[in-house]
């Protein structure tokens, strides 16, 4: 199993840019989730998603779109990059409740 | 999620067992305690997670206080791959989804 993976792992934006994150994972997992993190800070959670279908906000959804068409991928989507949008990006899957959360290796973004 | 305290850093020598500390006074009786790590420029990865008893697994055992209010993880031989910031993070069976994540405690192995 490749587990959670995420394309790309670098990219560079410029302000007023717009770009899509990819996450895809390969243990049919119900739960995923969006996570930012900020230098010396621990994740924030973006996005959500029970189940193909069903999406919900998390803490920091501002600025930032998803869809959950398969249980495999869950996409998120940057609109109009800001400054404040940099950040490091990490998608995650699990079986809900109190399981564990798999993450994926993260997409470092910086936006100029 | 109810909140939870842990010391900004730590240092162990290599081979030496490690102990972990973690505090949660407002832990509600439906809390489980979870244990997280990050090691340099990759994604957290689940170490170990209990609810009352102390609970043991293959990278670490988890010793939980009889009044639930601290938690310490425990790294029996620490090597070099240990160094990582550890979380503690307290998780409801039913409740929000997400992990909330505070700073956690950066473990440095001293060869």
């Known amino acids: 199993n490749a587990g959670v993976t995420q394309t790309p792992k670098f990219r560079i934006l410029k302000i007023g840019q717009s770009m899509t994150l990819q996450c895809t994972q390969d243990?049919?997992?119900?739960?995923m989730y969006w996570y930012r993190q900020d230098p010396g800070m621990g994740l924030k959670l973006i996005y959500y998603?029970?189940?193909?279908?069903?999406?919900d906000k998390g803490e920091v959804p501002n600025g930032y779109n998803v869809s959950r068409s398969t249980t495999e991928d869950f996409p998120l989507r940057l609109e109009l990059a800001a400054p404040s949008q940099t950040s490091v990006y990490f998608c995650?899957?699990?079986?809900?409740?109190?399981?564990?959360?798999?993450f994926g290796p993260g997409t470092r973004l910086t936006v100029l | 999620d109810a909140k939870t305290t842990q010391p900004n850093s730590m240092e162990s020598n290599e081979e030496e067992p490690v102990h972990l500390p973690c505090n949660h006074s407002t832990i509600s009786g439906t809390d489980y305690i979870h244990w997280y790590r990050q090691l340099p420029s990759q994604g957290p990865e689940y170490v170990i997670h209990g609810l009352t008893s102390n609970v043991n697994n293959r990278m670490a055992s988890l010793a939980i206080a009889e009044d639930r209010k601290s938690s310490t993880l425990i790294l029996h031989r620490a090597t070099l791959r240990d160094a990582a910031v550890y979380y503690c993070i307290l998780k409801d069976r039913a409740g929000s989804y997400q992990l909330t994540f505070g700073k956690g405690t950066k473990l440095s192995v001293i060869p």
């Open positions: 998603s029970v189940g193909a279908g069903i999406t």
């Open positions: 995650a899957s699990g079986l809900g409740g109190y399981n564990e959360q798999f």
């Open positions: 243990m049919n997992h119900n739960y």
